[in-house]
């Protein structure tokens, strides 16, 4: 049996003296509180192998009030459990507008062939019953950089919510096929609104050392958003008669947005102005406030000073042009980012995956179930990137899973190509899903957030997003184009498009692997040196000459 770690016997005979402990210092096992004994050097020493059960428990509550960790350039980057809850319950709000993008965006898939029924459309105007949201998206994104810079952030976030709720009411009641469209396209304004202020609203309250994973929420809440409307559709459609869902199913599949987006209008009202637009707005005290919330108080006032110092140039953000030297060239890149994104084909796969699928599944159903599927695996895809974004970069997982998208791209070009029943599709579809979700789909959301200037962080993530949006829209209505193309058909099969897909895929890595660089850990305000030293050969040789000196 081992011996006690302090032979109090002999302890209490002898004279004891006592030390002060330095309130960071933390306790030794084998040390019984802050008194020891002289008789501990004269008596048989102690087995302490092992740490006694009070040892390791005043350990731990050591190391857990330890919560000051550092970056490599020093800063001060862990947050107290109440700061970390705060900035979770905003964050969630925030992402509710992805959400309902998501859900907006996915509740077309099940619900076109009944409104195509019931309007008797031909089939341009099918075409343009999908792709009409994506003209009020292109709308909404070029209107968000004035309405956040004008409003606020969460003055932005309260119009979108009102104009879902607006757009899910008129659209389930419309009575022709006219109005229909024109409650799609502000539909189309919310979500494209929503796409600008909710990434930048999430990047511009995040520290640097979670922004990659809070932002990359963001993409994560889109696709659950389009998850859940998926099953919605299935549930909604499942067992019930032709006639009723031509009648009745997707008035009830549109409605259903109204439910989120009302929620959504009134948690709106516990979330925080962003402190970088109340700088903006000359309201430092208040800003100051609001990040003290979310940021250690060792780092309080360097983080507001670097906000401040961002925008010292211009003391309202309209005043700084995009043309400016050194910021055309982001601003170009962010563009390209954007679109990039769609020219990868998840437009096709999120608003035509069911008719996709019909050709190579059993029933209609059965391809509702099966794209039900792929949304389960498309939020997984996004979990693991949003892991990952923070621990191994934003490059690395652009890289690879460009790569991955390519080989479920060319997979299902081929599936398709050759009309074979069964889960080969799926399957592509989810190799598909899973590389995107890991790679374009979260890290360009959090790369839009972090590469432009607080300055022109608005209206040049307007810009970007507007160009995602007319990417979109180009992919969206030319898809069904290519796809029924008979000339295309016969010099290269149907699986054109996907292969076409892929392509374009391999160019967006292309230009990612020269002009993209690694954001990580970084704040905004130390990424405007960066991104420009990227973009710039002259800032280029200099950083290199200034770093072999």
């Not at 002060?20 to 020493?45: D, L, M, W």
Request: hydrophobic share 45%; glycine share 10%.
């Amino acid at each position: 049996m081992s011996r006690p770690c302090v032979n109090t016997a002999r302890s209490s005979r002898l004279p004891k003296t006592t030390r002060k402990v330095s309130p960071t210092e933390p306790p030794k096992f084998g040390s019984v509180g802050i008194t020891t004994s002289r008789a501990a050097s004269h008596a048989n020493p102690p087995d302490c192998s092992k740490p006694s059960a009070r040892d390791v428990a005043t350990s731990k509550r050591w190391r857990f009030r330890m919560t000051d960790k550092r970056s490599p350039d020093g800063a001060i980057t862990s947050l107290s459990r109440q700061q970390l809850s705060y900035l979770i319950r905003i964050t969630l709000i925030a992402t509710l507008g992805g959400l309902l993008f998501g859900y907006d965006t996915g509740v077309i898939s099940g619900a076109i062939g009944p409104i195509a029924e019931y309007f008797q459309l031909t089939p341009a105007e099918k075409g343009w019953a999908v792709s009409s949201v994506v003209i009020g998206c292109i709308g909404g994104a070029i209107c968000a950089g004035w309405v956040s810079i004008r409003f606020g952030r969460r003055m932005a976030f309260l119009i979108a919510a009102i104009l879902f709720l607006l757009s899910a009411i008129g659209s389930a009641t419309a009575i022709d096929f006219t109005y229909y469209t024109l409650w799609r396209i502000l539909g189309g304004m919310a979500v494209g609104l929503a796409s600008v202020v909710a990434p930048m609203y999430i990047s511009e309250m995040s520290p640097g050392h979670l922004r990659g994973r809070t932002v990359s929420l963001f993409q994560q809440s889109i696709v659950f958003g389009q998850m859940v409307v998926f099953f919605v559709n299935y549930f909604i459609a499942k067992g019930m008669a032709e006639h009723w869902m031509v009648d009745y199913g997707w008035r009830w599949m549109l409605g259903s947005e109204a439910l989120p987006a009302l929620l959504f209008g009134i948690l709106l009202f516990f979330i925080p102005e962003s402190p970088r637009w109340l700088v903006l707005r000359g309201r430092h005290e208040q800003a100051k406030s609001v990040l003290s919330r979310f940021t250690p108080t060792a780092e309080l006032d360097k983080t507001l000073n670097s906000i401040v110092s961002s925008y010292r140039d211009s003391s309202r953000d309209n005043l700084v042009s995009l043309r400016e030297r050194g910021l055309l060239g982001l601003v170009i890149l962010g563009v390209f980012i954007a679109s990039a994104q769609q020219l990868t084909g998840i437009n096709v796969v999120m608003y035509y995956a069911p008719d996709v699928l019909s050709s190579v599944t059993a029933s209609s159903e059965d391809a509702l179930l099966q794209t039900s599927i792929m949304g389960v695996t498309f939020v997984g895809g996004n979990l693991l990137g949003m892991l990952l974004i923070d621990k191994v970069g934003r490059r690395p997982l652009l890289i690879a899973g460009s790569i991955g998208s390519m080989v479920g791209m060319c997979a299902l070009g081929i599936i398709i190509g050759r009309d074979a029943v069964g889960y080969g599709a799926l399957i592509a579809l989810i190799v598909y899903v899973v590389s995107f979700a890991i790679s374009w789909g979260c890290v360009c959301w959090t790369l839009l957030s972090e590469i432009f200037p607080n300055a022109i962080r608005g209206r040049a993530m307007a810009l970007a997003v507007a160009g995602q949006w007319f990417a979109g829209f180009v992919v969206t209505q030319t898809f069904p184009m290519l796809r029924e193309s008979a000339w295309l058909n016969s010099l290269f099969g149907s699986g054109f498009s996907f292969w076409l897909y892929a392509v374009l895929t391999l160019l967006s890595l292309l230009v990612v692997l020269r002009y993209v660089p690694e954001t990580k850990g970084k704040t905004l305000e130390e990424l405007e040196n960066i991104t420009g030293t990227r973009l710039s050969k002259r800032r280029r040789a200099l950083a290199s000459a200034s770093a072999s000196s």
